[in-house]
């Protein structure tokens, strides 16, 4: 029997990709604050609007493939598209048919900059080899647990092998949305004395880990779109016993022997 279980989470964890969808969202706002002119509502607007609708797509209907659109791929594209649909019909803008699906294809376009897979080596977090290699030491077994479109995660799977995190791991787990059973099957796979989550976001990688009889180590990141303006709140709420909030991956190592 193993004496811990480590389960990390991947993006804003292991790697720092959540700045790749900052210069998409650049882009994209600058476009659609050209084409619309004085039309156009404030910048801080349009971030603002076209957040929120993001995160409304992730339940809805991809009319593509009947299902929903959780985490995949062409979420975060469409989620352009949608925004620009919505200001051109409220300022009154009228396009042709062939202006229409160029300015779609280009807004499309820029959102699959995000998913450029030669970026991500380069975002692996210096300190992951730190702790993953101090917990290899200890005979720990580790576990890459991640939500997210496959094929993406995939990816950055390649890019973790390119280089050498990921055969300290055991697994490489990807599922489109809720992980605790997840969780629990890990726990079933590996019998330990303990077992930890490490994650940047509470409702994903901490909270539904706790539910299944782990310890959270909770390490918020001030960029993560999914708790922007909720942090104060969710330290508030957060478990005290079952979970620690880190400042840096460096403190697992730093605390090892007080978890």
């Not at 993001?54 to 339940?59: A, G, V």
Request: proline share 4%.
């Amino acid at each position: 029997m193993a004496n811990r279980v480590w389960v990390f989470d991947l993006d804003g964890t292991l790697m720092n990709t959540l700045d790749l969808y900052e210069k998409p969202r650049e882009k994209a706002y600058a476009l659609i604050t050209e084409i619309l002119g004085d039309k156009s509502p404030a910048l801080n607007e349009i971030k603002e609007r076209h957040s929120k609708l993001d995160k409304e797509l992730i339940p809805a209907i991809d009319p593509s493939t009947g299902k929903p659109y959780l985490y995949t791929k062409r979420r975060f594209p469409t989620s352009f598209v949608e925004i620009f649909k919505i200001l051109c019909k409220e300022s009154g803008l009228e396009l042709s048919a062939s202006d229409e699906r160029r300015y779609y294809n280009q807004l499309y376009k820029i959102g699959l900059e995000a998913f450029k897979k030669e970026r991500y080596k380069r975002k692996i977090k210096p300190q992951a080899f730190t702790v993953v290699r101090f917990l290899r030491r200890q005979e720990d077994i580790l576990v890459i647990l991640t939500k997210g479109d496959k094929g993406v995660q995939n990816d950055k799977k390649g890019a973790l092998k390119e280089a050498g995190l990921l055969k300290f791991f055991k697994e490489f787990i990807t599922v489109p949305d809720n992980k605790e059973k997840a969780f629990r099957d890990i726990m079933k796979r590996y019998p330990a004395e303990s077992y930890y989550s490490i994650g940047d976001t509470y409702g994903w990688d901490i909270l539904p880990a706790i539910k299944s009889g782990y310890f959270g180590i909770y390490i918020p990141s001030a960029a993560n779109w999914m708790e922007i303006g909720k942090l104060k709140k969710i330290e508030r709420q957060r478990s005290k016993i079952r979970s620690n909030r880190y400042e840096s991956l460096i403190e697992i190592k730093e605390k090892y022997d007080y978890l």
